[in-house]
């Protein structure tokens, strides 16, 4: 059975990219592993974050902020897929991957730049769980072994495009 190695970017490393490793290292069975980090990582995870993976019974245990640049050297592990969920990472330029694995922008608005009550804020990190849990639903029961990368590639830029069914 094939494994994937998947590393979600953001700038802060705080809040969406963490939100994906989690969700993908949960769903993914023994198939993905996922991965976070940033281009200027915050240095600590967003506590609306870890409250609402906690609510969803996810692990949040190793989780952390942490540079992109741990993921570029020789230690790192073999990359698939990389996939920016912030607009700002994805204008950056990023590192060199190992072994060319696929990329695509799945760009959200970011939940942890919510001004208000801690209810507007939790309900813009539910939000951002319940689309990157869709992306990775469609990510994970992909036929990745059938497709070639043209296909492969078209695939994952249409997920970063799909809009989650309303609960």
Known sequence: MPHY????????????????????????GKTFTGYSAGSFPAGEVNPFALQLLEQMKL???????????????PDAP??????????QAASEPCP????????????????????GSDEQKQRAFRDTFIALRSRI????????????????????????????EAE
């Open 78 to 87: 073999q990359l698939d897929f990389v996939f920016t969920v912030c607009d």
């Open 59 to 73: 692990p949040t245990q190793g989780l952390h902020s942490k540079n992109w640049e741990v993921f570029s050297g």
């Open 137 to 164: 639903g469609l990510l994970t029961n992909l036929p990745i072994a059938s497709l070639d990368r043209l296909k492969l590639k078209n695939e994952l830029d249409a997920i970063g495009k799909s809009q989650p």
């Open 5 to 28: 190695n998947v590393l979600f970017l953001c700038t802060g490393n705080s809040a969406r990219s963490i939100l994906a490793e989690a969700i993908v290292n949960h769903t993914g």
């Open 96 to 115: 060199i991957w190992p072994g060319q694995p696929m990329t695509a922008h799945w760009g959200l608005p970011d939940p942890a730049a919510v001004e």
